[in-house]
């Protein structure tokens, strides 16, 4: 199957720093880019929509200015949690969406977390 | 109300018992429908879409029921890999809108 790697898969940094976490995709190109965050025991929630070449579609209640995401290619998307605290630690996950797909096949491919955790 | 929502359990079987699991969703618009499994601390992994006229895959079988709004996953033969967090998850629409995830049914199959 295809292959979406997110990197880092663990970060542990101070309150106020910005932390910078990438999703590639692999061997597939994906115009569409998806941000869940999920904290413990709770379900993945949406918090942007990311389109390759324009600007990110926010889910209501996520600040954008504090989640920064850019979609600057076909297989690269970021998202920058700036201002970091420590209510922000949680699970990111990214998930992309190969270009020749649409999400009624569940073709959703999802890249491995990255864990961060705001002393 | 959640739009989709699942009995988080946690389901304790035993190998080679049959569970099953259900999830309804909120929004009657829903197009597709999916059941991902989730492993402790990994990333959620497709395990089968669900049709409306019903879907087996392996030891695995899949229901949606329209009417009431409402998707089951039943497992046969329970092997201790089947362990893990399997998740109800919704697609609103059919033009490219991300996917709403329940919060996940733990499952724990023991020797």
């Known amino acids: 199957g295809a292959v979406v790697s997110q990197h880092p898969s663990w970060v542990i940094c101070k309150s106020g720093t910005s932390v910078k976490i990438e999703c590639r995709s692999l061997?597939?190109?994906?115009?569409?880019m998806f941000w869940y965050r999920q904290f413990p025991k709770q379900s993945l929630m949406l918090m942007a929509t990311?389109?390759?070449?324009?600007?990110?579609?926010?889910e209501q209640g996520v600040e954008k200015d504090k989640f920064l995401i850019n979609h600057a290619s076909l297989t690269l998307s970021t998202l920058t949690v700036t201002s970091a605290h420590p209510e922000d630690s949680s699970f990111y996950i990214c998930?992309?969406?190969?270009?020749?797909?649409?999400?009624?096949?569940?073709?959703?491919?999802f890249g491995e977390g990255s864990r961060l955790t705001v002393l | 109300r959640k739009e989709v929502e699942q009995d988080p359990g946690p389901f304790n079987v035993p190998e080679g018992a049959t569970v099953a699991f259900n999830c309804t969703y909120s929004?009657?618009?829903?197009?597709?429908f999916f059941w991902y499994r989730q492993d402790c601390r990994k990333e959620p992994k497709l395990l089968m879409s669900?049709?409306?006229s019903g879907n087996e895959d392996g030891r695995f079988t899949a229901q949606l029921n329209r009417a009431s709004q409402y998707i089951s996953l039943l497992i046969r033969d329970s092997k201790l890999s089947d362990s893990a967090t399997y998740l109800c998850v919704v697609n609103l629409s059919n033009s490219g809108y991300a996917l709403n995830f329940g919060k996940g049914t733990s499952l724990l199959v023991t020797p």
């Open positions: 669900v049709y409306s």
């Open positions: 061997d597939f190109q994906a115009t569409t």
């Open positions: 929004n009657s618009a829903s197009q597709s």
């Open positions: 990311s389109n390759e070449g324009s600007k990110a579609t926010y």
């Open positions: 998930s992309a969406l190969p270009r020749s797909s649409n999400l009624n096949t569940g073709e959703l491919f």
